[in-house]
């Protein structure tokens, strides 16, 4: 989750980035060693020194992701191309 926060520019305080994996993580980055119940962390300077990083999220989320996709699209469909597809649709399409 360290080098996902970096990537995604999630290095300064009041930020949060989801990364999703088998999980999805919620990373929080605060300035100071701070937590909250159902949470863990904060870890102290991570990923960065001089700054604390907390962490929620929902195990095994995109791992029901991918067996959703494999079920209603198949396997040949990758995730681009389902991504594309809905960026198409406004938000609230649909009653969504």
Known sequence: AFVGMIGL?????????????SSHLHCVVSSKPTT???TWGAYQGAPLPGINFGEGGQSST????KWCKS???GDDVDYKTLDDEA????????GL
């Open 71 to 73: 079920k209603i699209f």
């Open 62 to 65: 995109g791992s029901i992701l």
């Open 36 to 38: 909250a119940p159902g």
């Open 9 to 21: 520019g999630c290095i300064h305080p009041g930020q949060l980035c989801l990364i999703t994996g």
């Open 87 to 94: 960026a198409k649709i406004d938000p609230g399409s649909d």
